[in-house]
Structure formats: C-alpha cells, structure tokens
C-alpha cells in the first residue's frame, strides 16, 4: 500500500546515528556529511517507488558529489523475514547491479527510520552542512515514467540552497511503499 511521507519541520536538527553497510562497515552521520549537505534517502530493493528512483538517485549523486553534497541510503526492511529482496545478502546484490557509488546501510532494529519519522521508501531528506533538515519530500514530479518528469524536486533544492540558501516551497511529500515494521 503507497503512503506519503510526513511534513516535518523545517531547520529540525539531523538525528545522530552510527550504522554499517551489508559488508560491516560501519558509517557515523559525522562521516557521511558532506562539506554543503546530505542526502538521506531510506529505500530497499523490493519497492517500485523505491526502484524507480535508484537510477536517478546515481545520477543526481554524480551530478552534486562535486558541490560537495553527499548521500547515503538506509534500508529499513532488511530484518523483515517477510521482505526477503530486502535483505543485507540481496542489497550486496543491488549494491553490484546498480553499481551504487554511495553507502547503502542497514537499519537492522529500525530505529533510525524511527528518529527521522520515516514513513515510506523512498522517504527523502536533505540536510545542509550545519546538520538542520532544508528538503523533506519526493524525488521529483513522475516516479512512474522518468520521460514525464517535469520537476526535479530534489535537485531543484540542493542546487538552491547551495547557490541561495534559499527553501524550495512548497514541498511536496514523497509517495512509496510503507516501510515494514518489525
């Protein structure tokens, strides 16, 4: 079942949390923040929201990682026997088929889904370089068909803030599969 995404407050302050990648490395928010901002986007593997979005979330990385923005994903379901495409031995798949050029963590207890009010996957955020939440919402305007997409929400923000420090209104919530708690 699709379900949206919650408004949070803007400026709210990015929770601190400390998880590893399926292959045990272990990334601290610290580490993963970029010199301009983050991108946290928590996704899985089995979701066709969350799919449609993987390849144009690679693209927009390469695109901003210059402008030293950085993004991790966070799979939320992959302790949920119930999931199994979801799981740390299929994200290393997912990891080499999409060629994933940023870190793809594991929420095993999901409680970092739960400090972020995490609602859906792909539930999207964007945090400046002074860790306070500016971009919280869909990827852009047509997660079905990329030829129809007519606006780039998430891109439209960074480069925004980047350039003006400016907000992106209104903010639009992302729309995907429920996350599957445990």
Known sequence: MAVESIKLPLFSDLPYFKLK????????I??????????IIFTCNHCPYAQAIWPRSIELYNKVKLLGV???????????PNYPEDSVENM???IKKLNIPFPYLVDETQ???????AQCTPDIYFYNNEKKLVYHGR????WKDINKVTKK??????????NNKEILEPQ????GCSIKWL
């Open 21 to 28: 990648d399926p292959y045990l490395k272990e990334y601290d």
């Open 30 to 39: 610290n580490d993963l923040m970029g010199e301009n901002g983050l991108v």
């Open 70 to 80: 950085n993004f991790v994903a966070i799979n939320p379901n992959a302790s949920n």
């Open 92 to 94: 290393k798949e997912y």
């Open 111 to 117: 409680e970092v889904a739960k400090k972020f009010n």
């Open 139 to 142: 990827f852009d305007d047509n």
């Open 153 to 162: 929400d998430l891109e439209e923000a960074i480069l925004k803030w980047i």
């Open 172 to 175: 639009y919530p992302s729309i």
